[in-house]
């Protein structure tokens, strides 16, 4: 590096013996230059150029396919998680209403008893449990159809709930699933019988 206020000339000495080929006399350099600038691109210039521009747009376009893709996932993933919450939702409700205790007393596991209990014949909606309440229907979500599995469990007076949303099309278990979910649900019944 040349140090500050000092400036090579370039009819100076020092500046021809750091480049003796550029000397100011030197016309066909300058030539070479002006006309190799009026002939425009080469072809490898070219070529350089559009492979680039091609591999911007290639990325550019990965990116957006995979940005549609996860949110159409998501959006199928949302609507499963509302399709379980709903059916929950009427589960809760039945639970709420649910009173077994006909004049003899509380029974031995509500839980239980609840997920057994299938009186919708009746005219009494206090006493329906779990058994009377329909798994729904298959269902279209965002383009697939998908189906609920709800498997009830009992752990003394608590009703035990694993949801699972699948893609009916898919047939590999783990692909198909859209969602799950598990849950406890206590009848009120089993806090009047204690």
Same mark, same amino acid.
């Given at each position: 590096?040349? =140090? =500050?206020?000092?400036? $090579?000339? +370039? ?19 300058? &030539?070479?230059?002006?006309? +190799?600038? @009026? @002939?425009? #691109? ?5 070529? *350089?150029?559009?492979?680039?521009? #091609?591999? #911007? ?17 998501? &959006? ?7 399709? *379980? ?23 031995? +596991? ?10 919708? /014949? ?11 309440? =329909? ?5 279209? *979500?965002?383009?697939?159809? /998908?189906?609920?599995?709800? %498997? =009830? ?7 035990? $709930? ?14 198909? %699933? $859209?969602?799950?979910?598990?849950? &406890?649900?206590?009848? /009120? /019944?089993?806090?009047?019988? &204690?």
């Amino acid at each position: 590096m040349l =140090p =500050p206020g000092f400036y $090579l000339s +370039s009819g100076s000495a020092m500046f021809k013996a750091i480049f003796p080929r550029y000397s100011v006399g030197d016309r066909r350099l300058l &030539e070479s230059v002006r006309h +190799s600038a @009026q @002939q425009g #691109f080469t072809m490898f210039e070219v070529l *350089i150029a559009l492979m680039i521009s #091609f591999l #911007f747009l290639t990325g550019t376009l990965n990116a957006m396919v995979m940005a549609t893709v996860m949110r159409v996932k998501a &959006e199928r993933e949302a609507q499963a998680g509302y399709w *379980i919450k709903e059916d929950l939702e009427q589960v809760r409700a039945l639970a709420a209403n649910f009173n077994p205790a006909t004049g003899n007393g509380c029974p031995t +596991s509500v839980g239980e008893t609840f997920r057994d209990a299938n009186n919708s /014949a009746d005219a009494d909606p206090n006493n329906d449990g779990l058994a009377s309440l =329909p798994v729904p229907a298959n269902k279209s *979500i965002v383009g697939v159809t /998908a189906a609920i599995t709800r %498997t =009830p469990g009992v752990s003394n007076n608590v009703l035990t $709930l694993s949801y699972r949303v699948r893609n009916t099309n898919v047939t590999d278990n783990d692909m198909a %699933t $859209l969602a799950t979910l598990y849950t &406890e649900v206590l009848p /009120a /019944a089993a806090l009047a019988c &204690e």
